[in-house]
Nanobody
Framework: QLQFVESGGGLVQPGGSLRLSCVAS????????IGWFRQVPGKEHEGVSC????????YYAEFVKGRFTISRDNAKKTVYLQMNSLKPEDTAVYYC??????????????????WGQGTLVTVSS
């Protein structure tokens, strides 16, 4: 079974940066599309970004385009989310999970795995 551990969250001022990591255990990431999602209390998970496997392509929600960059290192079984120019509205718990092929459905918060513990990102002055 593929499981993920998210890390890298924290408290950052508006305009700051963080890099989130999503490390997989279980088996290889090579063949899977992996998405980053976020959730705030009282709301559903929403898709933030996703990276497909073949070809490797990054997809972004409109509200993070130009600010966030997704990447993957299959050898390390890790997917990263570089977050720049953070805004208070980016405050949320961030999760990673597999998505359908070619990141289909990620933008609607659809993931193939149960949610892990996530990592909390707080953007505040």
């Amino acid at each position: 079974q593929l499981q993920f551990v998210e890390s890298g969250g924290g408290l950052v001022q508006p305009g700051g940066s963080l890099r989130l990591s999503c490390v997989a255990s279980g088996y290889s990431l090579d063949y899977y599309a992996i998405g980053w999602f976020r959730q705030v209390p009282g709301k559903e998970h929403e898709g933030v970004s996703c990276i497909s496997s073949t070809p490797i392509t990054g997809y972004y929600a409109e509200f993070v385009k130009g600010r966030f960059t997704i990447s993957r290192d299959n050898a390390k079984k890790t997917v990263y989310l570089q977050m720049n120019s953070l805004k208070p509205e980016d405050t949320a718990v961030y999760y990673c999970a597999r998505t359908r092929d070619f990141c289909s459905g990620y933008e609607r918060g659809r993931a193939l795995d149960a949610w892990g513990q996530g990592t909390l990102v707080t953007v505040s002055s």
